[in-house]
């Protein structure tokens, strides 16, 4: 099945900084990539996603990159606040006709330093 | 916006009993999830649901467990007989339908079992 790797585990930066979560992923067969902010005892809220067909996707200050030769997918986060401060979970999935499931990275934690 | 809803928030119960989480997806969504998470670790998947039927489980999904949709609204997820190991937040999802849609999360239910 797939793995899902996520590197760091915690990040901190400085407020106005840039921000750069790194996954991995096993399965050439994913092709859905969503990255998803979960705030303290909420459920995750997805972000951004970018489908394998997409280099890149942007929308405002969050950006993903994906590189599926290296099978690598990346999340920008530019002009950092502090309400950027959350636990972040990238996934993956193979697109099927409706029912993926998502296996998630092991998340990051992102401190925004004032 | 609409959401996925949740409840119990917070659950309580003693191992050996049964407990029900429940769920109300998002009003026009026709696939269903669960997943859980345990305390400090990524989100995992147990479970979705299509058309009244289970389209695909994980290994944690064993005949403890058991997802019903009894009405229009409601998805649950039955744990016959608690262990102590399935303390965790269990999170609903919900997506509308064909491929590459968001699957949206509920805020979670959390179980402590003692």
């Known amino acids: 099945g797939e793995n899902v790797e996520q590197h760091p585990s915690t990040l901190s930066v400085q407020e106005g900084d840039s921000a750069v979560i790194k996954c991995t992923y096993s399965d050439s067969a994913s092709n859905y990539f969503p990255w998803y902010k979960q705030e303290l005892g909420k459920g995750p809220q997805l972000i951004i996603d970018i489908r394998s067909n997409v280099g890149e996707k942007k929308d405002q200050r969050i950006a993903v990159t994906l590189n599926k030769t290296a099978k690598h997918f990346s999340l920008h986060i530019t002009e950092t606040q502090p309400e950027d401060s959350a636990v972040y979970f990238c996934?993956?999935?193979?697109?099927?006709?409706?029912?993926?499931?998502?296996?998630f990275g092991t998340g990051t934690r992102l401190t925004i330093i004032p | 916006e609409p959401e996925v809803t949740q409840t119990p928030s917070h659950q309580v119960t003693q191992m050996g009993q049964e407990v029900i989480l429940r769920c109300v997806p998002i009003s026009n969504h026709l696939y269903f999830y669960w997943y859980r998470q345990i305390l400090g670790q990524k989100v995992e998947f147990l479970v979705s649901?299509?058309?009244?039927?289970?389209?695909?489980k994980s290994e944690i999904f064993d005949d403890q467990f058991s997802v019903e949709r009894p009405d229009g609204s409601n998805f649950t997820l039955k744990i016959r007989s608690t262990k102590l190991e399935d303390s965790a937040m269990y999170f609903c999802?919900?997506?509308?339908?064909?491929?590459?849609?968001?699957?949206?999360f509920g805020e979670g239910s959390w179980l402590t079992v003692v």
């Open positions: 999802a919900s997506k509308f339908t064909g491929t590459g849609n968001t699957i949206y």
């Open positions: 649901f299509y058309n009244n039927e289970i389209s695909e």
């Open positions: 996934a993956a999935s193979g697109l099927r006709f409706g029912n993926e499931k998502l296996t």
